[in-house]
C-alpha cells in the first residue's frame, strides 16, 4: 500500500457517504468530494456531468490524488507531515493547508509549496520537532474553523465534527 492510499484511507473513514445539507456550503457532497469538484472533473475528462451521487472508488481516488495530494506534495513531504498537510487541503483548500504548514515552519507563508518549505518540513521532523509541527498545523486549523463561526453562526452545527477530525488526526499521527 502505498503512502497515499495510508493516508486517503484515513480522509476517507471521515468523510463518510452522500450528504446534502442544506447548512453546508460545499452542497452535495459524497466521500468528501462535492458536486463542484466532481463536475470539473467530468468536463477534465470530457465526460458527462452526473450527481455526485454516482462518483466510484476509482474516480474518488483519482479527484484526491490530482486535486489534494499531488498539489501539496505528498509524495515529497514527511511523514506524518503529508497526512497533515492533505487532511488540510481537503478541509481548507490546497493553498490554505499549504499557508498553516509555512506558518508552523515559520516560512514565507506564500500558500505555494516548493524546496523551502519541503525541506523545512523535513528538518524539523527529522530534529525532533514533528508533535510541535503537527500541533501548530492543527492548533491553526481550530482556529481557522472558529473564525469560520464566528463570521457565519450557521456553520456551528459543523463545529464538533470538525473539532473531532482534528483530534483525531492528532491521534492518528502521534
Known sequence: MSRFDECLKFILARE??????SED??????????????????QRRHLPIQSVRFISDDEVADIYRSDYWKPCAGDNLPIPIDLVVFDGAVNHGVRQSIKFLQRALGTDDD?????????AAHMDVNNGYKIHLVADVIDQRQDFYQRIVERDPSQRCFLNGWSNRLKELGREVA
Do not use: E, F, H
Not at 16 to 21: C, F, H, L, T
Open 16 to 21: 463518510g457517504g452522500y450528504v446534502d445539507r
Open 111 to 119: 500558500g505555494i509549496i516548493g524546496p523551502v518549505t519541503i525541506n
Open 25 to 42: 456550503r460545499g452542497g452535495p457532497t459524497n466521500k468528501g468530494i462535492t458536486q463542484g469538484v466532481y463536475s470539473a472533473y467530468l
